[in-house]
Structures are given as structure tokens and as C-alpha cells.
T-cell receptor, first 115, second 115 residues
Framework: KAGVTQTPRYLIKTRGQQVTLSCSPISGHRSVSWYQQTPGQGLQFLFEYFSETQRNKGNFPGRFSGRQFSNSRSEMNVSTLELGDSALYLC??????????????FGPGTRLTVL | AQKVTQAQTEISVVEKEDVTLDCVYETRDTTYYLFWYKQPPSGELVFLIRRNSFDEQNEISGRYSWNFQKSTSSFNFTITASQVVDSAVYFCALSEMNRDDKIIFGKGTRLHILP
């Protein structure tokens, strides 16, 4: 069975621009979570979507948003990019979500560089 | 508060040596889950193990073993007879089931296995 896929794998943007990242979960998985990984802050939870609804949200500003489609694919959007948004953005999928009760499978990530 | 501490930022051992990665967690909940993930240079997080707070049995999977001790709030990971392919960043994580169910990661331990 195909794993979690993320597109694009690499992205370079400039400050003030916006960006959209895409994540396709494992077939049959209904939950998609997004994480930001930086050298300074480590891995931080952004948000989780389940059945097209945001179920959980981390402590990130409103510039970070997401959505999930009926086929469980998810997109993450960052508006008005800042230098500090440069990071590896990881997507994880699981069957029913809930980090404690369900195993999450991660994609390869999208590396975003903001100049 | 929810917190995961991996005090070892970087470890180097020679191939075939055993190595233990430490993980100490803080939680106010009685029901929680602990995880270990491996992140090879490719960037994709690989799930290794999930353990719930009611199961303190140690677990062994091939060369990997985990020691869960609630008395010391630790969930340590040992690799026996290490191999070069074990070189990666290893993350310990915690999820509190009775709260918002988000996964909190430690800062990670970078493991170098020298040939």
C-alpha cells in the first residue's frame, strides 16, 4: 500500500508570499496531522484534520491554516511568509486520528525555504 | 504540563556497541501514550513503538528494546549491537489521551554509528 505523499518536496519563497503544501494520506486513513520541524523549536504540532474538520490545533498564528477534502487529502497554507517559517513540514496520516490511540505514518516532508 | 526531555543531543558509538537513548517525560494525566520515532537522513519519521501508561512491560523487537518505568517517568530505548544503518535522529514523544490528544515530541537525539 502506498505511503503518505507530500508535494512539493522542496519550495523556495520570499517573505510576504503565501504557500500551499499538499498531503495525500495512506488509502483508508481519515486523519491528517501537520507538523513543523525546525532546528531551534524541534517538531511542533500544527493541526489535525479528520473527516474534513479541524479537530486539534497547535500554538501557531492564524497565518497557518489548513483544510481537508472529502478524499482525505489535506492542504496546508501559510500566508505572509516570514523568515522563521523556513522549516521541514511533515504530514502524518492515521486511520482514525487521535495521537494516543492510533499510529501515525509520516510522509517525507516538504522543505520550505523563505528568503 | 506536558513535556518530553531527551537530554542527549548527540551520541556517537562504534558499530556493534550497545547504546541507550534516554527519554524523560512529564504529564499530569494517568492515561497517556509514549512513542519512539526514527528520522533517517531522508527526513521521513518512522514509527518504532507506542506504549500506553498502563503497560509497564519492557518490549524487545530484534535489536531494539524499550524500558518503561513510571516511577522515574522514563521510557528509554536501547539498540543492541548497533549498525551503521541505525544512524539517525530518534524522537521520543508523549500524548495525553484525556486532554487534546496532541503528540508532543522531545528535541531528539542524533545517533552516529561509526564503522
Amino acid at each position: 500500500k502506498a505511503g503518505v505523499t507530500q508535494t512539493p518536496r522542496y519550495l523556495i519563497k520570499t517573505r510576504g508570499q503565501q504557500v500551499t503544501l499538499s498531503c495525500s494520506p495512506i488509502s483508508g486513513h481519515r486523519s491528517v496531522s501537520w507538523y513543523q520541524q525546525t532546528p531551534g523549536q524541534g517538531l511542533q504540532f500544527l493541526f489535525e484534520y479528520f473527516s474534513e474538520t479541524q479537530r486539534n490545533k497547535g500554538n501557531f498564528p492564524g497565518r497557518f491554516s489548513g483544510r481537508q477534502f472529502s478524499n482525505s487529502r489535506s492542504e496546508m497554507n501559510v500566508s505572509t511568509l516570514e523568515l522563521g517559517d523556513s522549516a521541514l513540514y511533515l504530514c502524518a496520516s492515521s486511520f482514525q486520528g487521535g495521537g494516543s490511540t492510533d499510529t501515525q505514518y509520516f510522509g517525507p516532508g516538504t522543505r520550505l525555504t523563505v528568503l | 504540563a506536558q513535556k518530553v526531555t531527551q537530554a542527549q543531543t548527540e551520541i556517537s558509538v562504534v558499530e556493534k556497541e550497545d547504546v541507550t537513548l534516554d527519554c524523560v517525560y512529564e504529564t499530569r494525566d494517568t492515561t497517556y501514550y509514549l512513542f519512539w520515532y526514527k528520522q533517517p537522513p531522508s527526513g521521513e519519521l518512522v514509527f518504532l513503538i507506542r506504549r500506553n501508561s498502563f503497560d509497564e512491560q519492557n518490549e524487545i523487537s530484534g535489536r531494539y528494546s524499550w524500558n518503561f518505568q513510571k516511577s522515574t517517568s522514563s521510557f528509554n530505548f536501547t539498540i543492541t549491537a548497533s549498525q551503521v544503518v541505525d544512524s539517525a535522529v530518534y524522537f521520543c514523544a508523549l500524548s495525553e489521551m484525556n486532554r487534546d490528544d496532541k503528540i508532543i515530541f522531545g528535541k531528539g537525539t542524533r545517533l552516529h554509528i561509526l564503522p
